[in-house]
């Protein structure tokens, strides 16, 4: 990186402070703003998103380790404690939804929006901080930090279908879309029409090269990973915002490439799988050469979010407990 570093979008710049500001959020769309989380202090890789309306609602926290810089766009953007209607996440990966507690302690008034299955995660995290740590390792504490507990009554389960009023006329509707995580959803803005997609999609780092599946344990089933993706393109958005970064402008393609890169990287380690040779290795050897070109201080942002063998481990958790073969029929529905 160079010395002097304001690479970000906008072009806001607070005084002579030793630490630059983080970016100040990008417009991706009429009433949203991109605002960069800087997992790692790592430009691009962590993206929340601010929905403007009368009650503004905030897409993913990011994690607690991102927490100051998030507050700074938040309050760079005007926006004081009683300011914020909502706080909703995709899914309650550490990534996403490591912030809630804190965000929601700094926000009184927020509502916490999350998946049914996501729910009793935030008012207890205890559970989700110890497997975070069996598969971070010194990560946890290093790069992402934990979860503090959201008291139960701010919380809002999200049913499937169900809206968040942002203004008279904008409303985010939930898109249930297990897959990548069984407590992942999307949100549909329907003013305008993006579809924010956590994780379901996949991870494309603007550094990073192409569109990966992100496929971790435990929860990952390539069925409905699939079926999800479906879900998201009959509801015809107008764009694709990931979490790990960013908008993409053409969703009907995107989507279409998200369902073959999940169909193959399935195949692969389906075919290791039954061979008895190793997951990440057979994944690694087909499909490293998509990262050609990829300077490797970008490549080390891609592995540690979205790294082979997390893929890997959650693909053979899959094939492991998927019925045998011939009993894993996909109904049409
Ligand atoms: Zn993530």
Redesign the pocket.
Known sequence: MSGKHHHGPGGHRQGADDAPPPPTGARIAEGVLELDTLLGGWERV?AGYLIEGDAPVLVETGSQSSVPSLLAHLDRLGLGPDDLAGVVVT?I?L??AGGVGDVARAFPGATVYVHPKGARHLVDPTRLVDSAARVYGPLLDSLYGRLDPTPSERIHVLEDGEEIRVSANRFLTAVDSPG?AKHHLGLHDNWSGTMFV??AVG?KLPDGGVLRP?TPPPDFDLDLALQSLGKFAARRPTGLAL??YGLLADPLDVLDEADGTLRRWASVAEGAFRDGADIAAALSATFESDLDGVPEEHREKLEV??GVHSNAAGLRRWLVGRPPAGGAVTPDS
């Open positions: 962590t899914h990966h990534d996403h990548h956590g994780d991870v992100s979490a790990h979010m979205n």
